[in-house]
């Protein structure tokens, strides 16, 4: 089992400079500071807003000039958490670095859908000069949301060839949610997925990765009566969408688009053997999210066929339940998630962008909760449509409505 022979020392810093120049030298600045030189500097992330556009790029060829032997990438995502806030729609960039060292992260660039899965796994494998990783091993993952097709599907062939590694992530997304403006080094890679392998350390005690679920269930488990792809016709022999007005107290002919945010709709895994769904106790997952369901929104509606859309895999038979966000629940969460992880001196937090006003009536309340939370710790993260985050069966999942952390660094 590879083992870094030292520890990684990291450092962040933030800018909302809109100037990419003022930018690049404000995070250069701040970090050369906490490491002592640039000559300690390995590489670096750049998380940046879909609003910085591509002054993102040029950030990162501002920093590319100065620290020319530092391996440097970065992406972009609908907010950058930071400082105990959130900042979307604006310019702002959050710089992630790490010291040069015998175990550095290692940088992934990839595209879902053309990699050969068997491939990546023994290219990443032998770079780390590893057989297999484990759950000190953090591997961070951040696919373009438009181009995530097959996503899960990828995941569940490509994790396992790596052993057991802690994998956590979020979906990257570009100006007017367009294709995400991924780079590596020189090179630009929209759509693609850009990640880190972060080889673990000598850290005991806790976590590595935690998630925080918002939401508890609003029905009993329903029979899906009738579907095809992507549609649920009917449950327990009734239209679906008139399920879904009465979850959401809608009268007939009345809007149902502007409410679906507050309804989530949880698919059960029947993958194995399960007691029936009408023995099944409604209970809620566990306190990481690892339930025996995947939590999805209904993302379209035909008026016309009282039916509804909700990605995943749906089968007549199959079972689903409705649920409800909860902000106390979700505070909760996000304090027991934080406590659970191991020491370290830094938290990622990864973010559902439905999570802010329409959960808790204030957009900086879970960058403020957990960095709060966090006490001595720093703490940046990204705010998006989708994150990453094994099951309980170690399959990586995309998720919605949660917030997932990951413990950085050795104390």
């Known amino acids: 089992m590879y ?9 962040t810093r933030f800018t909302h400079a809109l100037r990419p120049e003022e930018a690049a030298c ?4 701040g970090v050369e500071s906490v490491m002592g030189s640039a000559d300690r500097i390995g590489g670096g992330f750049l998380f940046s807003t879909a609003a910085s556009g591509h002054s993102a790029l040029e950030i990162g060829r501002s920093l590319g000039e100065r620290w020319p032997n530092a391996t440097l990438m970065g992406s972009s995502f609908e907010g950058v958490l930071a400082d105990g806030q959130v900042w979307r729609d604006e310019p702002a960039a959050a710089l992630l670095v790490w010291s040069r060292g015998p175990a550095e992260p290692i940088p992934l660039v990839f595209e879902p859908s053309l990699v050969a899965t068997e491939q990546l796994a023994d290219d990443l494998l032998e770079e780390a000069g590893s057989s297999c990783f484990d759950g000190q091993d953090l591997l961070l993952l951040f696919p373009d949301a438009l181009a995530s097709s097959g996503l899960e599907t990828m995941l569940a062939e490509f994790v396992p060839r790596l052993g057991e590694p802690s994998v956590v992530g979020a979906a990257a997304i570009g100006l007017a949610g367009g294709a995400s403006l991924a780079w590596f080094g020189s090179e630009q890679h929209p759509a693609a997925t850009v990640g880190l392998l972060v080889p673990g350390g000598a850290t005991e005690g806790g976590c590595r990765v935690r998630c925080a679920g918002a939401s508890r269930f609003a029905s009993p488990w329903l029979e899906i ?9 009917g449950l327990e022999g009734e239209p679906a969408l008139d399920w879904v007005r009465r979850q959401l107290d809608v009268d007939a002919g009345g809007a149902v688009e502007p409410h679906l945010d507050r309804l989530l709709v949880r698919l059960r895994d029947e993958s194995a053997e399960r007691e029936p769904a009408d023995r099944m106790p409604a209970v809620e997952s566990s306190a990481d999210g690892a339930g025996e369901f995947v939590e999805r929104y209904v993302v379209g509606i035909d008026e016309r066929r009282g039916s509804i859309s909700v990605p995943g895999v749906l089968r007549r038979g199959g079972h689903l339940a409705f649920a409800l966000p909860d902000s106390e629940r979700a505070r909760e969460a996000l304090r027991e998630a934080v406590r659970a992880l191991m020491p370290s001196p830094l938290l990622l937090q990864f973010a559902c962008r439905a999570r802010d006003e329409t959960l808790h009536g204030d957009a900086d309340l879970e960058s403020a909760l957990v960095a709060h939370a966090a006490r001595e ?4 993260g990204t705010l998006g449509p989708f994150q ?3 099951d309980a069966q170690g399959l990586c999942r995309v998720l919605v ?4 952390l990951a413990a950085l660094g050795d104390l």
């Open 401 to 404: 409505h949660s917030t997932v």
């Open 3 to 11: 083992r870094m022979g030292s520890m990684i020392e990291f450092s």
């Open 225 to 233: 009566s009738a579907c095809r792809e992507r549609w649920i016709d």
């Open 388 to 390: 990453l985050y094994p």
């Open 26 to 29: 404000e995070l250069a600045d």
């Open 377 to 380: 710790r720093s703490a940046l």
